[in-house]
């Protein structure tokens, strides 16, 4: 069994391990002992803080493999992007031009450096290890900081973006910040993100960053190609993302052209599809009939817990059935409350 759960400071020499992993298609996530403290002290502030509105908080979350006590992936939701300054992305633009004396108009694509995003809730640094072989952990892992975010949404904003990793070559290297980014950095792309630690919110950002509207069609093919494409590691958190109801929009990463992908939390399944469910008590359990689907279940009290749960359809009921051992990974008992998300199959959980 698999629990997500809030980062603890026993878990940074865990986090510590899975930095020093090559991790194709994150580029959000702290590599340094120095930023994994940094990251699990806010987060542990951050979940303490008694907040009114979203500011400054960021949220940590840690996927757990109960058999073996090993932390085995990582998440994260901030409360509001760029909350240490301003968050920058491209936006796709098409420019009109027209010339009256030749009688000639038509569109242009360009990007045009933006701060739109900056006060959006904000998901980063999904990461789980031997994704190649993930089940249900991995939709576990991405969808409980979104019901952590239901469940608390007074914590968080109404719109939601999610920055996925670019394309790069076999050597690391993108092909969009080579034509793009290099030129005003001097420093190749690898470089460039170790520098800010994968943060879009650096002031020297929109010092070296042009201002103008860059013309896609002068950048060379290969970084036109990039445009908007998903490094392939990213693709399970791309295809996660899109279940949940999170559609790429019109901005793109400023350093390696990857897509941005958005939602307002109408949209998306973990806030629209949930339902709240009692923990059925000995005796009493629910008499649920139909084909075994896989449900994410969530602590709703204190000490936020997530689990997944395969049992037969909820829609129809009250109550829960939880075996021993969820009770004791979720901490709830007999008459408490839980959130239930489906996340097999398209049924609506509400």
């Known amino acids: 069994m698999y629990v997500v759960r809030p980062v603890d400071r026993a878990d940074i020499g865990a986090l510590e391990a899975m930095a020093a992993i090559s991790m194709p298609g994150v580029h959000t996530l702290p590599r340094t002992r120095e930023g994994i403290n940094a990251a699990v002290e806010r987060s ?40 240490n300054g301003t968050y920058f992305a491209f936006r796709n633009d098409v420019i009109q031009q027209v ?10 694509h360009a990007l045009t450096l933006c701060s739109e995003l900056t006060a959006y809730s904000h998901l980063s640094g999904f990461f789980v290890r031997d994704r190649d072989s993930a089940g249900v952990e991995a939709a576990l892992l991405s969808r409980a900081r979104l019901l952590y975010a239901m469940l608390a949404p007074h914590r968080f904003g109404d719109r939601f973006f999610v920055p ?25 792309f690898l470089e460039a993100e170790r520098l800010i630690e994968g943060a879009r919110n650096r002031t020297l950002i929109v010092e070296l960053m042009p201002h103008y509207p860059v013309y896609v069609p002068l950048l060379p093919g290969d970084a036109q190609a990039a445009l908007g494409q998903i490094h392939p590691g990213g693709q399970m958190a791309f295809d996660l993302l899109a279940q949940e109801g999170f559609e790429a929009d019109e901005y793109i990463d400023i350093f390696d052209g990857g897509p941005i992908l958005q939602a307002h939390k109408n949209a998306l399944r973990s806030f629209g599809a949930s339902q709240r469910l009692r923990v059925a008590a000995a005796g009493q359990e629910p008499a649920n009939q139909g084909a075994p689907v896989e449900y994410a279940i969530a602590s709703v009290g204190n000490g936020f817990r997530a689990v997944t749960l395969r049992c037969a359809p909820l829609e129809h009921t009250s109550t829960i059935a939880l ?16 959130v239930c998300l489906r996340i097999e199959g398209e049924a609506s959980c509400s």
């Open 164 to 188: 996925l990793a670019g394309r790069v070559d076999a050597d690391g290297q993108s092909p969009f910040w080579n034509a793009l980014g290099r030129k005003f950095f001097k420093m190749d």
């Open 44 to 83: 542990l502030a951050s979940f303490a803080a008694q907040v009114d509105i979203p500011s400054e908080e960021s949220y940590l979350f840690v996927l757990e493999d109960l058999r073996s006590r090993e932390v085995v992936g990582t998440a994260a939701i901030h409360a509001s992007a760029g909350s």
């Open 99 to 108: 010339s009256r004396d030749l009688n000639i108009s038509h569109n242009v």
């Open 323 to 338: 075996p021993r051992d969820v009770q004791q990974a979720l901490g709830v008992a007999a008459g408490d409350e839980v």
